[in-house]
């Protein structure tokens, strides 16, 4: 028994007649008769009297007709809701970043234009960035740095200053720039991952075991907190440090580093993921906000360091 059997079987009671419901099924005659004669068998019972060569509807036929449009009804409304479930989860959309802190104002602004997009955000390090975008876990993810696999269209978001940043109690803290001479013995906090490792040897031109990390922590507060507390340097990128400059006094003081190291910030997607409409909407609107924030950012610095 199965479906099409009992579709045949809804037409030929509803008709009473194989001539009428094979035309509304759009089947010969024969391969209706043929189904219906196969259901009663797998039934064990008739669901038709045959008289004078004309069908009549019998008591089991009434009975099992019941069932079968009950059957029915239940799985269009199955149907129903799974091409619900589908819209709904269209308008999710899955991110995931390696950068702390940059969809802070994004899902904020993006929220109070879009409120009916669901956004899953995570942030993860190195090998599961990866993973999550390869596996098809994640529409689009951003990252502090190109990400070179074939596989994965990586486009850049925007280039920004690393700022080194100090708590009010560290003698650096009386100056707007630091030199990269300055800066080196100093004790240092980063995030555990391999982007800013790779930007701490960068920066300094040394290995990272070469280096006076004090503490490397993927819990972003861990850093801050160290560099407001002791008299060791932080760094955090020119868009925190612009927050910082416009209210000072909360605990970190940023310096601008001498001559100027910037990162590139990209986003990236799998090549062979179709994104949603509500994924592509909110892909093209980071694009255009970070190009905004950007050029604010730059115009601010510009600004407050004369130049």
């Known amino acids: 028994m199965d479906l099409t059997q009992l579709e045949y079987f809804k037409s030929v009671a ?43 509807l019998n008591d089991a036929g009434r009975l099992f007709l019941s069932r079968v ?34 969809f802070k104002s994004i899902i904020l602004e993006y929220h109070a234009r879009m409120p009916q997009i669901h956004i899953d955000h995570s942030l993860t390090f190195d090998r599961g960035i990866m993973e999550l975008i390869l596996n098809g876990k994640v529409d689009f993810v951003i990252t502090p740095d190109p990400i070179g696999d074939p596989s994965v269209k990586c486009v850049p978001l925007y280039e ?30 980063c995030n555990n991952c391999d982007s800013d490792i790779k930007f701490m040897e960068t920066l300094f031109q040394t290995d990272y075991q070469d280096l006076d990390i ?6 972003s507060h861990i850093p801050r907190e160290l560099t407001q507390r002791c008299c060791c340097v932080g760094f955090i990128p020119a868009r925190v440090a612009v927050r910082h400059l416009k209210e000072p006094g909360k605990g970190q003081h940023p310096l601008r580093i001498s001559p100027a190291f910037r990162r590139t910030n990209c986003i990236s997607a799998k090549c062979s993921h179709q994104l949603s409409p509500a994924a592509g909407a909110l892909y093209r609107f980071i694009l255009e ?11 601010y610095i510009r600004q407050y360091y004369g130049y």
């Open 214 to 219: 004090i503490a490397a922590s993927n819990e």
């Open 69 to 102: 449009n009950n059957a029915f009804a239940e799985l269009n409304t199955g149907f129903s809701e799974l091409e619900q479930y589908k819209k709904n989860r269209q308008a999710w959309v899955y991110i995931a970043s390696s950068v702390i802190d940059i």
């Open 14 to 56: 509803k008709w009473e007649n194989i001539t009428k419901a094979s035309k509304e099924l759009y089947v010969s005659q024969p391969t209706l008769s043929q189904s219906i004669s196969r259901l009663e068998d797998g039934l064990g019972v008739d669901l038709f009297d045959r008289r004078a060569g004309k069908l009549h």
């Open 160 to 189: 920004e200053e690393v700022f080194a940043v100090v708590g009010s109690a560290h003698p650096l803290a009386r100056q707007k720039e630091v030199t990269l001479e300055e800066l080196r013995g100093c004790p240092l906090v």
């Open 289 to 299: 906000f970070c190009a905004r924030e950007s050029e604010e950012v730059d115009a």
